[in-house]
């Protein structure tokens, strides 16, 4: 069993800046690529960040230059810096692993329960 574990979420005046920790802990053989995703209430879940295991990056348009994702593969963990933050930002934020398991042996997506960030003007 695969758990990831979200932290570091909160409340944060526009402008300011937070961090998010996502940390995988389990039956991990190893693990693939992971990301950020994110989602306001009402709507689908949109994808903010993604990084593979080698550190090649993605993001939405809406944060390029003021989020930015890295991971630490010796601690199965990985991060979302945010800065200049603004009210459309509020939302769940959710970290997503692709991770390869010996017991049983496959590959799956895993999810954490998710951290609210809000954003007040």
């Known amino acids: 069993q695969v758990q990831l574990v979200e932290s570091g979420g909160g409340l944060v005046q526009a402008g300011g800046s937070l961090r998010l920790s996502c940390a995988a802990s389990g039956r991990i053989s190893s693990i693939n690529a992971m990301g950020w995703y994110r989602q306001f209430p009402e709507k689908e879940r949109e994808l903010v960040a993604t990084?593979?295991?080698?550190?090649?990056?993605n993001y939405a348009d809406s944060v390029k230059g003021r989020f930015t994702i890295t991971r630490d593969n010796g601690w199965n963990t990985l991060y979302l810096q945010m800065n200049s933050l603004k009210p459309e930002d509020t939302a769940v934020y959710y970290c997503?692993?692709?991770?390869?398991?010996?017991?049983?042996?496959?590959?799956?997506?895993?999810w954490g329960q998710g951290t609210q960030v809000t954003v007040s003007s």
């Open positions: 990084i593979t295991t080698g550190g090649f990056t």
């Open positions: 997503k692993a692709i991770v390869i398991t010996l017991t049983p042996l496959g590959q799956n997506d895993y």
